[in-house]
Each structure stands twice: as structure tokens, then as C-alpha cells.
């Protein structure tokens, strides 16, 4: 069973920074993508940032490029989001979310319905 733990996350000001952990354990393939998605009251749930194990390779969403960076720690198989200049609109409820698979299909987006496994998601509150 694919378990992903995340922390971090709260409240903060504008231009604040704010950094998301998320813990992996149970993928039964090498390889996979993991990475973090946001839904905010009365939105849609939207694609933040995700990153391959095979080549590191990542996506980011148009509105957090520049600001927020993805990274991962193989040995531990966690993933982080460092997040800079934040900002009102990124406030949101953030849920990490992964899957696993041959290396091939493996290929980096950031599409909620890619996704196999979620997280319990954590809140993020930007506001003076």
C-alpha cells in the first residue's frame, strides 16, 4: 500500500516562504512521479509542481514559476516544495500525489487525473 505523508504548511504573509514535505513508501516500481496540487474554496483541484525519479525532470504551473521550487531526496523517497513570495491566491488546501510505473510512462505533468495516490492535503493560508 503507497502511503505519502505530508508536512509543513500553514499560515504566512504575503511575500512569506513556506517549505512541503512529502514522505513515499509502498511504490512497487522504481520509478515514479511525484509531486503537489492545490484546490481552493469553490476551485477546482489544479496542478502545482511534480517531478520524475528517472531524470528529475519538472513541471510547474504557469502561476508559481520563478516562486516555488520542487526537489527530492532519493534515498528517503520524499519529495519537497519550497515556496517563495508567497502569495493570497496560493492559498489553498496542498496535496502531495504520486504514481508509480515502468520508466518509459514515466513522464512528467501536472494533470490530477495522471495521479494514483493522494495524500490527506494540508493547509496553506497566505494573508496579512
Known amino acids: 500500500e503507497v502511503q505519502l505523508v505530508e508536512s509543513g504548511g500553514g499560515s504566512v504573509q504575503p511575500g512569506g516562504s513556506l517549505i512541503l514535505s512529502c514522505a513515499a513508501s509502498?511504490?512497487?516500481?522504481?520509478?515514479?512521479?511525484i509531486g503537489w496540487f492545490r484546490q481552493a474554496p469553490g476551485k477546482e483541484r489544479e496542478g502545482v509542481s511534480c517531478?520524475?525519479?528517472?531524470?528529475?525532470?519538472?513541471a510547474y504551473a504557469d502561476s508559481v514559476k520563478g516562486r516555488f521550487t520542487i526537489s527530492r531526496d532519493d534515498a528517503k523517497v520524499t519529495a519537497y516544495l519550497q515556496m517563495n513570495n508567497l502569495k493570497p491566491e496560493d492559498t489553498a488546501v496542498y496535496y502531495c500525489?504520486?504514481?508509480?510505473?515502468?520508466?518509459?510512462?514515466?513522464?512528467?505533468?501536472?494533470?490530477?487525473?495522471?495521479?494514483?495516490?493522494w495524500g490527506k492535503g494540508t493547509q496553506i493560508t497566505v494573508s496579512s
Open positions: 517531478i520524475s525519479s528517472s531524470d528529475d525532470s519538472t
Open positions: 500525489a504520486a504514481r508509480d510505473g515502468p520508466r518509459h510512462v514515466m513522464v512528467v505533468n501536472i494533470f490530477p487525473d495522471a495521479m494514483k495516490y
Open positions: 509502498g511504490f512497487t516500481y522504481d520509478d515514479y512521479v
